[in-house]
């Protein structure tokens, strides 16, 4: 993509941009992707995206209406090639037609992220609670063990009743033909449970234990033209003994019959507690973090744009929505959970200024330290964004989706707060006379310290 800046005024710069046929084809691929996950269309061999989407939804020209996130996916190329980093999400002029195979030229006004100062940058001094691992989780996830880990005891023999667990010896067949997965002399089977279609259940009702009884049901085998096929099964069912659900106690003979890898169960809690500890620690080091910069923006020196304040309030709003949709609660149910309209109105804006603050202010800290980035400081932001991804894959995603200052702008700040956190004058409430304890404040110095190097 070719790229040429024109200074306008103080802080907004002109780009002429002129994409390949190959990049705007490229774009609409990339957008036509997402349409199609956003739509929930599966791709079909031998077939092309748009090919589908006009035999299942009709669609005659998807170029059309992709066409808007197309560009979309061409306006951070363009930032990234001059390495600008906006203040919000510059809009798109185009100058001539966007079409499949052709150039396409287009301009963007952007405002630059300004600067500021802050009046001061010495160490911060903060007041956090100590450390205290949750004992809870432990026991919950043995809990959750057990009760993933169910055993079946036979009791006294009485007719089946709903709900009912039993030992079934049973042969089925499709016209003559034995169904070796449904076929077995011994498995444990629960009524109700919906494991089998409603009419075997039903026929399993009131049988006894060394009853035997030949029954049909419908089941499905088969799929036509999208559907199920429902097909007579013929059964031959006896019933072995009533049983019932038994959760198993955790203790040292149970962790050593299902979990040999575990000496004892204080073995497997010592375990659970190195993971789960781990985790608690990151989050308790986020929130001394989350602290340490808040204490931060006491400092910033400045006034920030309206169009600042109502672009960055726009996206949080966006981002708000799509979670919203995605928990299935509308948004008046959110705003009316959250006191109505005007205390919502005063608490997003409240978000806004602390998000913007915060990050101009950290923007200010790695300046000030004349910080620079390692890949490892890439990554690490990387993994901060999506810790299930993998960071090098993910950094060179976002690289190659044109993201890669957007990505510098999260590393610069992570490392920034890293170096607040750790210069800090860190107390704990419950020692307010004494200084933290060591193995508080050890994991925070260590992050910065990986950070630095």
């Not at 089946?160 to 077995?184: F, H, N, P, R, V």
């Not at 799929?223 to 049983?243: L, R």
Request: glycine share 6%; hydrophobic share 40%.
């Amino acid at each position: 993509m070719r790229v040429t800046e024109k200074k306008l005024t103080d802080g907004v710069i002109k780009l002429d941009c002129e994409a390949t046929a190959q990049e705007v084809n490229n774009a609409l691929r990339e957008a036509a992707e997402g349409f199609a996950a956003q739509m929930g269309i599966r791709p079909q061999v031998g077939k092309t995206i748009a090919e589908v989407c006009q035999e299942t939804m009709g669609i005659t020209d998807l170029d059309k209406i992709i066409e808007p996130n197309a560009i979309e996916v061409l306006m951070p190329r363009a930032l990234d090639r001059r390495n600008l980093v906006p203040a919000f999400p510059p809009k798109v002029t185009p100058s001539v037609k966007f079409e499949r195979g052709k150039k396409f030229s287009f301009t963007m006004d952007v405002t630059v992220k300004p600067t500021y100062e802050l009046t001061s940058y010495e160490p911060v001094e903060v007041t956090v609670q100590p450390f205290v691992f949750d004992e809870s989780v432990i026991d919950r996830q043995l809990e959750d063990i057990a009760k993933n880990s169910l055993v079946y005891e036979v009791i006294d023999p009485r007719p089946l009743q709903e709900g009912d667990a039993c030992s079934l010896a049973m042969k089925c067949t499709d016209e003559g033909e034995e169904i070796k997965a449904l076929t077995t002399k011994d498995r444990t089977y629960v009524l109700g449970r919906g494991y089998m279609p409603e009419g075997f259940d039903e026929a399993l009702l009131g049988m006894e234990p060394g009853q035997t009884k030949e029954f049909t049901f419908d089941a499905p085998l088969g799929m036509e033209d999208g559907k199920a096929v429902m097909k007579p099964i013929q059964c031959t069912v006896t019933v072995n003994s009533v049983q019932k659900e038994v959760v198993p106690v955790i203790d040292d003979a149970w962790v050593k019959a299902n979990m040999p890898m575990f000496a004892s169960l204080q073995a497997l809690r010592d375990d659970m507690r190195r993971v789960f500890e781990a985790q608690q620690r990151e989050a308790y080091e986020g929130y001394v973090q989350q602290m340490a910069v808040g204490k931060l923006t006491s400092r910033f020196e400045g006034r920030i744009a309206d169009e600042i304040y109502e672009a960055t309030r726009t996206h949080l709003m966006q981002n708000l929505r799509a979670e919203l949709q995605q928990q299935g609660m509308t948004w008046e149910q959110f705003v009316a959970a959250n006191g109505g309209e005007q205390q919502f109105g005063m608490m997003l804006m409240m978000q806004t200024r602390e998000v913007l603050v915060q990050g101009f202010c950290l923007d200010a800290v790695y300046r000030h330290e004349r910080m620079t980035l390692t890949d490892k400081d890439l990554e690490d932001a990387c993994y901060g964004m999506n810790p299930q991804a993998n960071p090098k894959m993910m950094r060179q995603q976002l690289e190659d989706a044109g993201r890669g200052f957007a990505l510098r702008e999260t590393a610069e700040r992570l490392k920034a707060a890293r170096f607040v956190t750790a210069h800090a004058v860190i107390t704990t409430a419950e020692t307010l006379e004494s200084p933290a304890p060591q193995e508080t404040i050890a994991g925070v110095e260590a992050d910065a310290k990986a950070a630095e190097n």
